[in-house]
């Protein structure tokens, strides 16, 4: 018996940052994102021996343990590592050895929340085989916990819940860990011209978001103005967003991208850079309204809006850069997982 699991990677739209502590404690956040048509996979076959196997397909890279009831946290192949441990500290001992198969969509550090959906998608992989009483919020949550309390990886909430739920979601994010996902019924119409004319460019690099992260917190937890003012905003445009989606207002959405990218690079240091601020000028002098960089900024993936026909006339601009546009559709399923014997 084989048992799978599928998580989607997502965009955030808007509102990116505010669902990080200290900002949504005090203040509460709000962020908008969709998720798409790439995803993270886990597969467990369980074995007839007591040796626990990981492989990260699409890294390359393998481990070996006998079983036991925590696995060394070094640095290697620890998102496994982590759900595994806290698997058999809630939950109890696995059934047997096993050998659990991953593989991302997307590189590391690209921005799209790789990281935590692959997170969501072990999990889920280890909940269809233990049968594990998890809903999408106690999913979403103990992804969370693991990723940001156990592994002590900076970062905020919406990804982990991203990837359980799916589809469009205004997200509002409180203190002591409450989130409240709101799933938006936008029109198929509306949907499909958002997603014709969104156009999805990998600059080829990855960055350390945790860097980023720390340097958001610090600054509000020090109380500077400039970059709380600037959360505030961002937490704005996350209204504006999901106004413009819902009532069909899609011209607006470039708009309201550049208006949360001039926000997002007030916030911390590194957001930005020389080749990303040519990156967008050449997108915006070709015709695209708006963009962001994705996830916690510095590289990865860059979304930009491009309205008409414009998006063609975008993909030449940018070809100059070497980096690599990435089809894609907004799926509405979140982590699905099933089992094949």
Known sequence: MIYRSKAPLRIGLAGGGTDVSPYCDIYGGAILNATISMYAYAAIEPRNDDQIVIVAADRKESLRYEREAALPLDGT????????????????AVPSGFTI????????????????????????AFAEWMNLPLGEYDAAHLSYQIERRD?????????????????????????????VVNPLRVRPEYLRELEQNLLLFYTSTSRNSATIIEAQSKNVQEQKSASIDA????????????????????????????????QKKKTAAG??????????????A????????????GGG???FYCPGTTRYAVIGSLQRFDGEFRRFNITGQGLFTWKVG
């Open 151 to 179: 592994l002590q990886m900076a970062g905020g909430r919406q990804d982990q819940y991203a990837a359980t739920f799916g589809g469009v979601n205004f997200m509002e994010f409180y203190a002591e860990d409450k989130v």
């Open 231 to 262: 959360m505030h905003l961002l937490k704005e445009q996350a209204q504006m967003m999901k106004e413009a989606l819902l009532t069909g207002k899609v011209n607006r959405i470039g708009e309201i991208l550049d208006f949360g990218f001039q």
């Open 77 to 92: 192949l620890d998102l496994v590592k982590g759900v595994y441990n806290r698997v058999v500290r809630q939950f109890g």
């Open 271 to 284: 957001i930005s850079n020389l080749m990303i601020d040519e990156i967008y000028q050449t997108a915006l």
């Open 101 to 124: 198969t991953t593989y991302v969509d997307a590189p590391a550090g690209s921005g799209l929340g790789s990281s935590s959906t692959l997170v969501v998608a072990i999990l889920g």
């Open 301 to 303: 993936f860059m979304t």
């Open 286 to 297: 070709a015709g695209a309204t708006g963009g962001k960089i994705s996830g916690a900024g």
